[in-house]
């Protein structure tokens, strides 16, 4: 189709990238500095991709045990430099502590949802399930979000139109959950303006997903580039941590 140029693995390696850009911005540079905004902003193109993809991948994958196992693996592998990278200095000393559980731990969970949704026939039962996978993200990274997004998107079903949706309704959300009002009108029209702007990384994952992604993978380097995006999140991670602790 005319402008589905980029396929699977393009927009994960993209995806990749700006969570990146992200993650130095969260760990090195200042906070309310115009590149922190502006990186952290870009940064926020990746878990609504993650979740999309998470989505996808679930109704193709041959074996969805499998697919549980490794994120299970992963999240606990990714723990230890996930806390590496982000935990907060106390008192002027570089340490390490428990900041939360990481973003593939929060995507097994949305694995859950999407688990019980298909295999759980009763509705009041599937809702608590999943309003308790919901709740249990609040320990863990895109708390709230990378769930709705996955529900979302599970909904939509790759209807185009709903898809779409799913991303305005996902990136109106989160905004709502940035935004608090200040003490006075300029606080609280700043923080709208950082909150809506804030949203700006989603809705350009949802303009990548809906107008270019072409619903194919790559025809070469499929294992390595599966690979890659599993073990990428651990190391980058890690390598950021070492230099927060032991070089910067």
């Known amino acids: 189709m005319k402008g589905k140029v980029l396929n699977r693995d393009v927009i994960k390696y993209i995806a990749m990238f700006t969570m990146l850009m992200n993650h130095i911005a969260n760990i090195f540079l200042t906070p309310g500095s115009l ?21 996808e991948g679930y109704h193709y994958t041959h074996s969805k045990k499998r697919y ?11 723990e230890l430099p996930f806390c590496l990278a982000f935990s907060e200095a106390y008192n002027g000393e570089r340490i390490i502590s428990f900041c939360g559980f990481n973003m593939i731990f929060t995507l097994l969970l949305c694995f859950g949802i999407l688990y019980v949704r ?39 079903d790759r209807d185009r139109g709903k898809v779409r949706n799913a991303f305005f309704i996902g990136a109106a959300a989160f905004a709502f959950l940035g935004f608090a009002p200040g003490a006075s009108a300029a606080q609280t029209v700043q923080s709208l303006i950082y909150a809506v702007l804030s949203a700006s990384g989603i809705l350009a994952a949802g303009i990548t997903v809906v107008c270019f992604y072409n619903g194919k993978r790559m025809e070469r380097g499929r294992t390595f580039s599966k690979w890659f995006f599993y073990l990428f999140y651990p190391v980058h991670l890690l390598i950021l941590g070492m230099i927060r602790l032991f070089v910067i």
């Open 35 to 55: 590149l922190f905004e502006i990186l952290v902003d870009v940064g926020y193109f990746t878990a609504p991709v993650m979740c999309y993809f998470l989505v």
């Open 118 to 156: 298909e295999n759980v026939r009763d509705r009041i039962l599937a809702g608590v399930l999943t309003a308790v996978l919901f709740l249990i993200s609040l320990f863990s990274d895109w708390a709230l979000i990378a769930p709705l997004f996955t529900l979302l998107f599970a909904r939509a």
């Open 68 to 78: 549980a196992e490794r994120l299970a693996v992963f999240a606990l592998v990714s």
